[in-house]
């Protein structure tokens, strides 16, 4: 993958000695002004744009709208797109304005990505970047490498609701390849970032013990995580009778699906709140939690947000769930102009009546491309949430997945901590085919692991009907 020569991606690449000896000392200079003035400019923003008003944050959209678009109208596709559309992007006097274009996606991107790019890719300063592919395609772009500075200074304001600030380190189960030293433990410090980075790949029971272990000495943190490797985690604890580390001070759980059962589950063993975020690589939408409940607040400053029927109408309705789709503010390379993320959610409104935040709100998101839900006899997509279980369905169970490959019947897969007996066996059949009602027929293997993505992820479903 291309990389531009930015902060962040020399200090990645930097190895772990170097990282050990200078970290501590760059530390010293301030972390925020180590982030450079981008970061901190964002920051500012970011304090003001909390508390705007709805017609405050309008204004602000239609300009980065109007931006965004003249940047794009210097580009092949989107001048023929717009021609077509009779779209004039200086013309836009309100963000739905944009409703006269058409949305785009990610087959629109591969088809048309270089047309799309509004300086050459190979110019210094760009980089070309991945998704984690867990669709089974992942989607290759080109993004400026100041998109770092402008994500953090949004992560860490949407953090501060739950406690969290920069001083505070953070224990992190997301996917990072973590060598093991020389007594086989997979652990590596980020003294910059004071990241104390573990091994998600490795999960046995006995790196669990050595993680949780590890994670009481570092002092008061925070738990940044997949949310599946935050449930492995607390159902380790649970099941091993062992005492939650009471240096956690709150999880941050993000990058996949959150389901209800799994936040139970790490609050009540953890003792703390569970805190997440919805963004996606694409960075277009970014949605946090407000602090008096569990619904996703949108960031006006990141992107505009629209949710859609399937027929293209947008949403503005309290209950109707649609799929999101996003304007970015912040990649000025290839602007990503009405993008269907293949992600859904419920339109709750539109002010807090809890926080008073005048942004759009949304609840209950779920990624809901064709792997990722399953699929009934009759080709309908069935919701996650209806195999969301509260109950001992899965008793002796240290994690499970959803494997399907034809409408209609799939598998369930569990990694046991004990041997499954019949009885076990019968118990997770009956009560999940039960709950799915005849549109998908199970069958349960054993197996030792799930399957995981390249970056770590466990998704819940692996679905590949109509897959090469």
């Not at 799994?262 to 960075?283: I, N, Q």
């Not at 499954?420 to 999940?432: A, C, F, G, S, Y």
Request: aromatic share 10%.
């Amino acid at each position: 993958m291309k990389k531009a020569l930015s902060r962040k991606n020399l200090w990645e690449m930097a190895p772990q000695p170097i990282k050990t000896a200078v970290g501590s000392m760059l530390g010293l200079v301030g972390i925020e002004r180590l982030f450079g003035r981008l970061y901190r400019e964002q920051r500012r923003l970011l304090r003001a744009a909390d508390r705007w008003t709805a017609e405050e944050a309008r204004q602000w959209q239609t300009q980065r709208i109007r931006e965004i678009g003249q940047l794009a109208a210097g580009t092949p596709f989107y001048r023929k797109q717009f021609a077509e559309a009779g779209f004039d992007p200086s013309a836009v006097r309100q963000p739905e304005d944009l409703r006269s274009l058409p949305f785009i996606d990610k087959d629109v991107l591969r088809a048309n990505l270089d047309d799309m790019c509004v300086i050459p890719p190979t110019s210094r300063g760009v980089d070309y970047v991945s998704t984690g592919g867990s669709s089974g395609q992942p989607l290759r772009f080109y993004i400026g490498p100041e998109r770092s500075q402008i994500e953090y200074a949004h992560l860490v304001a949407s953090w501060e609701r739950c406690g969290f600030d920069l001083r505070i380190p953070q224990a992190v189960f997301r996917g990072q390849i973590v060598a093991p030293d020389a007594n086989g433990f997979r652990h590596q410090y980020d003294p910059l970032l004071r990241k104390h980075y573990y091994s998600n790949f490795h999960m046995s029971e006995a790196n669990m013990a050595a993680y949780l272990d590890h994670v009481a000495t570092i002092g008061p943190c925070f738990l940044q995580a997949y949310p599946s490797a935050a449930a492995i985690l607390a159902g380790f604890i649970r099941r091993s009778g062992r005492a939650a580390p009471r240096n956690i001070r709150g999880i941050l759980a993000e990058s996949e699906n959150v389901y209800p059962e799994d936040r139970r589950l790490c609050e009540e063993v953890f003792g703390t709140r569970y805190f997440s975020c919805y963004g996606h690589s694409e960075k277009l939408v970014l949605g946090v939690e407000c602090e008096h409940s569990s619904d996703y607040h949108i960031w006006p400053t990141y992107g505009y947000c629209e949710l859609i029927r399937a027929d293209g109408s947008v949403i503005d309705v309290s209950g109707e769930r649609g799929e999101i789709v996003g304007t970015g503010f912040i990649n000025r390379i290839v602007p990503f102009i009405r993008y269907r993320t293949g992600d859904f959610a419920e339109h709750v409104g539109e002010r807090c009546e809890k926080c008073g935040r005048q942004q759009m709100i949304l609840r209950s998101v779920e990624g809901r491309g064709s792997r990722g839900s399953l699929v009934g006899a009759d080709g309908q997509f069935i919701s996650n949430t209806a195999i969301n279980v509260h109950d001992d369905t899965f008793e002796g169970v240290v994690e499970y997945q959803f494997a399907q490959s034809a409408p209609g019947v799939a598998e369930i897969r569990v990694v046991p901590c004990r041997p499954l007996t019949e009885k076990d066996r019968n118990r997770i059949l009956t009560r999940m085919n039960d709950r799915l009602q005849g549109q998908v027929r199970l069958t349960l293997a054993v197996c030792e692991a799930v399957q995981q993505t390249e970056r770590g992820k466990k998704p819940r479903i692996i679905q590949t009907i109509g897959a090469a």
